[in-house]
């Protein structure tokens, strides 16, 4: 076992994202240790070394004083699962948001209703509430329930064969900021520490992702390699405005470089990325206008894995996890999230029946190639650490230009 982003010691790590076909975001209270089995030697044979699974809190902490016994059991069921067909578990804490939906139990519920504007469903109890969420960076006793729940988990696979890595949330910012850089850091320092007291071996990461770099959101890079053994950056071109178009695989590398740059030089592994699809001349059944102009066909998509990771490996990245193993079954499309956000029922590498898309087939070459050195040259960037925020989303626009008119004229 590693304690870095790579697979072993100067190897790119190839991972993906897991959530079952059949059950989605909902595997841990319908759970079926044959399925996961089964879909884990289909990772594993397919080229991949790592699995990032999803602890979602409601279903591991469903009260704020324990986590779950039969989570717990579950999830070192998982772990042996993953252990047997030879793959590297990264278990996500505080799931949390996923797939434009935040997932959250009813304890961790402000009475309050969510602010105006609030970009995300809320969903606690299998129903959608009209709750605002308590502060994970203020509220003494969410960060207590945290500390708990953290503990609880390090405790339960602390030293097992198949644990590599805990993912301290996914995109936490899209659930809670901390209001200021002081609040983020006494959160990272105090998970971090509770991991510590059971599990002092596995590494530590958060997953950061784009808009942590459009905004300042007082927990990004800098701050989380103060704490964290490795950081990880999500990037999709098809949600930024500013990528040349949704097949834009040096958005990745431009991602990781200032990842790597904000975080004083920390290792990156890109722990996010993928495309939903269609097949060949086909609409996703029931999309929206907009989800529908998000797909790609799945002979593109496949296309872009290829170049994806070509790219995150000469940006210096020690791996990259593809967003996700498996397309969803039709059954479950009419809940959330699936029922407003019809493409993420397709950004599987596997079709729901289980037969895979053509992107598997590019996986095998990327497999045991070393760890590329980080680019020495960042002359496309003309100002300091301090300065990246003050201009907002515009200031990663602007620097993207800069970026490819200098590293790909070169190319």
């Known amino acids: 076992m590693t304690t870095t982003g790579g697979g072993t010691v100067g190897c790119f790590r190839l991972g993906v994202n897991y959530w079952p076909a059949r059950t989605a975001m909902r595997w841990w209270t319908d759970f079926d240790p044959g399925e996961v089995g089964a879909d884990f030697d289909r990772i594993s044979s397919a080229g991949f070394d790592s699995v990032r699974i999803f602890l979602t809190w409601e279903d591991f902490q469903p009260t704020p004083d324990a986590a779950s016994t039969e989570a717990l059991e579950r999830l070192v069921a998982v772990a042996d699962l993953a252990d047997e067909a030879g793959l590297d578990l990264m278990p996500t804490f505080f799931t949390g948001h996923m797939s434009g939906v935040n997932w959250i139990p009813g304890w961790a519920l402000a009475s309050t209703p969510p602010m105006p504007g609030s970009r ?27 500390a708990v729940l953290v503990g609880d988990v390090a405790a339960a696979l602390a030293g097992h064969p198949g644990l590599w890595a805990w993912d301290l949330g996914n995109e936490n910012s899209n659930c809670a900021v ?61 949600y930024a405005r500013w990528a040349s178009g949704p097949t834009d695989e040096h958005l990745l590398g431009f991602l990781t470089e200032v990842t790597r740059w904000l975080g004083g030089g920390a290792d990156v592994l890109f722990s996010e990325f993928g495309l939903p699809t269609s097949p060949a001349g086909h609409a996703a059944p029931e999309a929206s206008e907009a ?47 699936l029922d407003e956000a019809a493409h993420e029922r397709s950004f599987g590498l596997w079709r ?36 990246f925020y003050e201009g907002g989303s515009s200031q990663l626009d602007r620097l993207y230009r800069r970026y490819s008119e200098q590293v790909f004229s070169e190319t």
């Not at 469903?121 to 945290?146: K, N, T, Y």
């Not at 996700?324 to 009419?334: F, H, L, P, T």
């Open 120 to 146: 995300f469903r809320v969903v606690s109890a299998g129903s959608v509430l009209d709750r605002d969420l308590r502060s994970w960076f203020i509220d003494p006793g969410m960060m207590e329930a945290q």
């Open 178 to 238: 901390p209001p200021d850089r002081t609040a983020g850091l006494a959160w990272l320092e105090r998970m971090t520490a509770a991991i510590r007291r059971a599990d002092r071996s596995s590494a530590i990461t958060i997953g950061l992702h784009m808009e942590d770099l459009e905004q300042d959101r007082n927990l990004g890079p800098a701050e989380a390699a103060t704490v964290c053994d490795f950081l990880t950056m999500h990037g999709y071109p098809i």
């Open 291 to 337: 989800s529908e102009s998000m797909l790609v066909e799945e002979r593109a998509a496949a296309d872009y894995t290829d170049r994806s990771l070509t790219e995150l490996r000469r940006a210096g990245a020690t791996g990259a996890m593809l967003w996700c193993a498996n397309d969803y079954v039709s059954d479950i499309w009419g809940a959330p999230p």
């Open 352 to 387: 729901a029946d289980g037969s895979p898309k053509p992107s598997v087939g590019r996986i095998q070459s990327h497999r045991s190639v070393a760890v590329i050195a980080a680019p020495a040259d960042l002359g496309w960037i003309d100002i300091e650490p301090a300065e």
